[in-house]
């Protein structure tokens, strides 16, 4: 009853608190460096804004609170987050209530969906050859270099380049959530990193590598048309799947959590299509999706760190070809 009343509060401090806006701008976005970066440069652009952090499962739920809000011909603008099934009823009724809505995104849509959203929402752009903040910086600050710069070192990052060391930096402080207010103000401000997210980033890094350490003891393979690296997560899945790949040779790595949702990172830009199957997506090389864990699938990934799912996964990425 306690977490009831508790949950309560907190949706009725964020509806007061979106009520009370003092910006013109709601910006949605994903919990990363992207996210971060994005938002950055509405910052730039826009001056005040109100921002509103969503894991990819809450994103609806987000949404629609927003949308039951007075928009007052304010501008919700949703980036990095990519289209779902019922966000197309929930656009309807907040342009009803007022809202101009903006989406920029870099995750992969049909054509379908493109065709959906671009009929109900005032401006849509998707474009898959970028990250988000490579979007929204192309959008809202053309002419701006040092937009271009935070562009540059974010898809560093999120597109799996690895060239700019700034860009692990940034990315690995990011997995904390509690520091992206940090790292975006960083960005706005001009600078990639100062004194403060350098210190973060040293402790993270010991942390990281014992993670990392942890899911290479339990990582099992499963050989066929790719190589096939399961392991769980201890924290940082990029990272310990980048550390799998690297250490092990594999073609396609998927980082376990233990509520069954996990993340698929690949060489053959197959990631976001294998994905698909499991109530996921995402991108070519990088996506998530989420396996339904029974009691006994728990159990059994907890204790054996195993589960019946590697086995359906490693089937359907034998019968998964690139698009």
Partial sequence: MCSNRSNKKDKNNF??????????????????????????IHRIKYGKTFTIWSSVGKFLTNLSAVSK?????????????????????????????????????????????????????????????????????????????????????????????????????LGEVCTKRKYLDMVRDCLEKGSVTNEKILEIYESISKEKNDSIRKSLKHTRILEGRYKIAFAPLYGYPSETAHAIREKLHTDIEVIVSEN???????????????????????????????????LADKVSFLVLKKNRYYQMLFNVAEKTSEE
């Fill in 69 to 169: 809000v007075s928009g007052k011909g304010d501008t919700l603008s949703i980036s990095d987050l990519g289209y779902q099934k019922g966000a197309a009823e929930i656009i309807k009724s907040a342009k009803k209530n007022g809202w101009v809505i903006e989406w920029r995104d870099h995750h992969r849509w049909s054509d379908e969906e493109i065709s959906e959203i671009s009929k109900i929402s005032d401006y849509l752009c998707v474009d898959t050859g970028t990250c988000a903040t490579g979007v929204v910086a192309r959008d809202l600050m053309p002419e701006d270099k040092w937009s271009k710069d935070i562009a540059h070192v974010v898809c560093d990052y999120d597109l799996w380049r690895h060239n700019d060391p700034n860009s692990k930096i």
């Fill in 15 to 40: 509806f007061k608190a979106i009520n009370e806006r003092k910006s013109k701008i709601v910006h949605l976005t994903h919990n990363d460096l992207d996210a971060a970066g994005c938002d950055a």
């Fill in 260 to 294: 069954g949702k996990f993340s698929i990172r690949s060489v053959p830009p197959v990631s976001h299509l294998i994905a698909k199957s499991f109530n996921g997506g995402g991108h070519p090389p990088a996506a998530g999706g989420s396996f339904k864990f029974t």
